[in-house]
Structures are given as C-alpha cells and as structure tokens.
C-alpha cells in the first residue's frame, strides 16, 4: 500500500520568511501533485511534477521531485499572508494513475 | 465551462436512508473519481472509472456504489447511510497523467 507522509502537519510562520514543506511516500512514483485548499473550499491544482529532477514555480511557490529519494518539496520563499491554506500532495500510481494523498499542511502566515 | 459540478451541496440523512450524489464534467476527460475528505486524514478515494462502463474501487469502497453511462457523469451511491460516512465528498476528473480538477464539494451528515 502507497503511504503518503507530509511534514510539518501545522506550520506558522511570520511574514517575509521561507519555508520548505516535505512530501515522502514509500513506492515508486514519478507522478507527483500539489494542491491548495482554502478552508470550505475545494482543491486547486498548483504543480504537477512528472519526472525526476523536474522542479516548478510560480510565484513565492517553488516544488521539486526527486523520485530516488521518493521525495517532492514545497517551498514557500518571503511567505505573505495570502498563502494561508492548507496544501497537499499526491502521488500518482497504478494504471488507472490512481491519486494517493498526504494528510496536509496547515500553513498559517502571520503578519 | 463549468468544468466539474457536484449536486447537492449540503445534505443530511438518517441512518439507513439512501441517496445518490451527483457528479459532472464538462472536459471530455476519460478519469473521474470520488474522494471523502475527514479530518486530519486527508482525502481518500472511494472509486474510480478510467472511462464510460469501466469502473474500479480505491482505498476505502465499503458503503458506496459508482457506475458509469457516459464520459459527463459519474454518481455516487451511498446504499444505506451510516454515521461513519459523515464527510466532506469531492469528485474529480482528469485526463491521462493531467492534474485533477474538483468539484465544489458535497457535505454530507448522517445522523
């Protein structure tokens, strides 16, 4: 059975700072998704991550996927308050590509 | 486009009781699934279809029923509801090693 592990769980950080949350999950994959999720809302697709070495960014967000290590990174650089949300990863599986989920990063930016 | 929508919103049934959740897309994509989210554990999925009349059963399928008539929709039955399947549901759909896109959301009670 694919695990999904996300670290931290809760994260609060102050304005201005960076950040790194981390993605471990224990088969191969090179399928990896992060997503963001307002409180009451649904998800929104951030990066997708298709190989080893494939690094995304988009504004103060940056991921990384090193499928050796079976890990993907989010890293938060100069944090502002709007990027409060709970994120998740995904790791994609199986021939279906079947999702498998972290629990989640509660992120909380303080002014 | 409305891209994928999720009838009804809020719902709240008494153990026992049935009901169908409804899931739709607009996007042609051959992959749909329908995931429960709960506290503290992420979102799990529930079944899958890699296409119309093909359907398949994720991490936790006990309790709930999926066919698939046409690429556009995707319901999920709930047989007869207990107080455990209280959770947040989402649908969503994808094509091939694409993201997946959520619906709105489902809140279901059972009381």
């Known amino acids: 059975e694919l695990k999904v592990e996300q670290n931290p769980l809760f994260l609060s950080m102050q304005e201005g700072k960076n950040y790194t949350i981390y993605c471990n999950y224990s088969t191969t994959s090179d399928r990896l998704y992060w997503y963001r999720q307002d409180p009451g809302k649904s998800l929104e697709s951030l990066f997708v991550l298709l190989s080893n070495g494939a690094v995304k960014q988009e504004g103060r967000l940056m991921a990384s996927l090193d499928t050796k290590a079976r890990l993907s990174t989010l890293h938060i650089t100069a944090a502002v308050h709007d990027l409060s949300a709970t994120y998740f990863c995904?790791?994609?599986?199986?021939?279906?590509?079947?999702?498998?989920f972290g629990t989640g990063t509660s992120l909380t930016v303080i002014p | 486009n409305a891209g994928v929508t999720q009838t009804p919103k809020f719902q709240v049934l008494k153990t026992g009781q049935s009901m169908t959740l409804q899931c739709a897309q607009d996007m042609n994509h051959e992959y749909m699934s329908w995931y429960r989210q709960d506290p503290g554990m992420g979102l799990r999925l529930i079944h899958y279809s890699v296409g119309a009349g093909i359907t398949d059963q994720g991490e936790v399928p006990n309790g709930y029923n999926v066919s698939r008539s046409t690429t556009e929709d995707f319901p999920l039955r709930l047989l007869s509801a207990a107080p455990s399947q209280t959770s947040v549901y989402f649908c969503?759909?994808?094509?091939?090693?694409?993201?997946?896109?959520f619906g709105p959301g489902t809140r279901l009670t059972v009381l």
């Open positions: 995904a790791v994609g599986r199986g021939p279906g590509n079947q999702f498998y």
């Open positions: 969503a759909a994808r094509g091939g090693t694409d993201t997946q896109y």
